[in-house]
């Protein structure tokens, strides 16, 4: 009976490991968007939209890290508690990530390194997919091994604008998406490697994570560089200085700071 009721193998490891990665994912945001202001290219003086967008999306890192943390030390009623809110913060997420691209793209500020109709494409589907993410995971969440995977590819999506900012963008056009998307991979990558090790084989929750991002990947260039995305565009930015700028051509360099949102 001992047996029987004592930690599944390897669980405890599990626990360790998602904690460990979920600061690193942390830390990784938190560098990028420290390197963004550093740099001068950000500033607190942003429009209101840009820090509610930051206090959402910063919220969520946060209350991961804490869910990770409460795991860990067995405080799993207080986890389950936190989980619907991380459900309905998740949604507020995908409003105000959407609205916040489309607020860009109407005002002709999207980064020069990004086609504009990608840059709307590219940040309404990554969204999506982190939501799309989060909900498989909410709908698993009585199956503890795809719950956390699944909430674990999800975070792992919103490290894409941190590397955006770390790596040398303007000096990867016109491939730079394809660098972000190849960052972001290396944290399902790890957490095969890890699955491998202690269990023998990768979580089939894992190869859906991935697998997920990876299509979701391709679909923002198909759409892109259809008549949908040009379309979409045009839809967004009707009537607003963003139609002026051509969707599929790449902008010019900033005089000054690009402020996200502005």
Known sequence: MATLAGPRPG???????????????????VAGFSLQLAMGRSTFAAPPLVHLHAFIFFGWVALYVTQNVLVTRGSIALHRRLGWLGAG????????????????????????????????????LAILCFGGLVAAAILLRKRTEWHRRLLFCAMATLTGPAFGRLLPMPLMIP????????????WPGIAMIADLRRRGHVHPALW??????AAVQAAMTLVTHSALGVALYAAATAGTPGADVPPL???PPPAGPLITGR
Do not use: K, Q
């Open 249 to 251: 051509e790449f902008p």
């Open 11 to 29: 669980y405890g490891s599990d626990d360790r490991f998602f904690l460990t990665m979920a600061v690193a994912m942390a830390l990784t945001i």
């Open 208 to 213: 859906w994570g991935a697998g997920t991002i």
């Open 175 to 186: 491939y730079a998406e394809w660098g972000v998307f190849a960052a972001v991979m290396i």
């Open 89 to 124: 913060w998740a949604s507020a997420m995908i409003v105000v990530g959407i609205y916040t691209t489309v607020t860009m793209a109407r005002n002709g500020a999207t980064p020069f390194f990004f086609l504009p109709a990608y840059f709307l494409v590219m940040n309404g």
